[in-house]
């Protein structure tokens, strides 16, 4: 499974952007939890979600970046 591409969170508008956040953070939690009991069977997904929730903050910033420009 490959790592997550920028490009397709660029596309998102504000809105799913920050219900991506959202639920990207809880899935990061669950995922914390599932490794704590000790059920996490593919440990490759931190990777991936980080990577992603990474992506989402950047983005989100990028924009946030770019309206106090515009004011």
Known sequence: M???KIDEV???SDQELDEQIV???RQ???LRFQK???Q???SHRFKHTRHRLAQ???IERERQL???VED
């Open 10 to 12: 660029r596309d998102l």
């Open 28 to 30: 990061l939690f669950e």
């Open 2 to 4: 490959p790592l997550p």
């Open 56 to 58: 989402l903050l950047t």
């Open 40 to 42: 996490l069977d593919k």
């Open 66 to 68: 770019a309206s106090k």
């Open 36 to 38: 704590g009991t000790r």
């Open 23 to 25: 639920a990207t953070k």
